[in-house]
């Protein structure tokens, strides 16, 4: 009998990409991404990247000062929404005016975008 059921397949280079840097399908083969980095006190930047069938996702971020800047790389055919971390409520989000603004709630921004790669800033107030 084979397990499928390894270290391997659930270790800390899933936890890169699904939760540092936010990395999620929300459809089959990457047709719909959502991008939630989460953003921790004791790190200052996150890089990560996933293939899929449709091409290369990224995500990175990295903290300097009060500024957070995030760029996430949709690949063609995709669309995906993304939401940018608040450290509060207050903090004002530089967005590309291409990305559609969906929600602001609590301790995020959401935008929907496109194929491309998006930058947004988030300068504490």
Request: aromatic share 6%; no cysteine.
């Amino acid at each position: 009998m084979e397990t499928h059921d390894h270290a391997m397949f659930a270790g800390i280079n899933s936890s890169l990409y699904t939760i540092l840097s936010g990395i999620r399908p929300t459809e089959p083969g990457y047709r719909e991404i959502a991008v939630e980095p989460r953003v921790p006190g004791s790190l200052d930047q996150v890089s990560a990247s996933q293939e899929t069938v449709r091409g290369r996702v990224a995500s990175s971020w990295q903290k300097t000062g009060s500024t957070l800047r995030l760029t996430v790389t949709i690949p063609a055919n995709s669309r995906a929404v993304i939401r940018v971390p608040l450290t509060h409520q207050d903090d004002r989000v530089q967005a590309p005016a291409e990305a559609r603004k969906t929600q602001a709630a609590g301790q995020a921004v959401s935008y929907r975008v496109g194929s491309g790669t998006w930058t947004f800033t988030v300068q504490a107030r």
